[in-house]
């Protein structure tokens, strides 16, 4: 993940890789620790994959954790605020809104891989 500051202007377009590594450890991989039990996990220390198919199975094995967890949840579970970590919105809130980002990121990911396929054919 490469950040900076102040952000560019303009803003670069992200790639599949930054848009995947997103995913898997800032809307994922935190609340899986937090919420989960899962391992803390750290943005600057996190072993990033270097090929598409071992993104895909990070991806595949944070979504796994995460819905797991979320699956286990109870009515009260989702209707408080969870015990630990540093979030305070209700659960119910939290999975809603770590779903749109999954969602809308995922989005992206499927048009920036569309455009990459057609990027040379004329069309």
Avoid at 3 to 19: E, G, K, L, N, Q
């Amino acid at each position: 993940m490469d950040y900076a500051s102040p952000d560019p202007v303009p803003a670069p377009v992200t790639t599949i890789a930054w848009r995947m590594a997103h995913v898997i450890v800032s809307c994922l991989g935190y609340r899986v620790g937090w919420h989960f039990g899962g391992e803390d996990i750290d943005v600057q220390t996190f072993p990033y994959a270097g090929r598409a198919e071992e993104a895909l199975k990070q991806l595949d094995e944070m979504y796994g954790r995460w819905n797991a967890g979320v699956r286990k949840l109870s009515d009260a579970d989702l209707a408080n605020p969870p015990a630990v970590g540093p979030e305070r919105n209700p659960m119910e809130i939290i999975v809603q809104h770590v779903n749109k980002e999954v969602i809308h990121h995922g989005a992206e990911i499927a048009l920036l891989r569309d455009l990459y396929q057609w990027r040379d054919t004329g069309r």
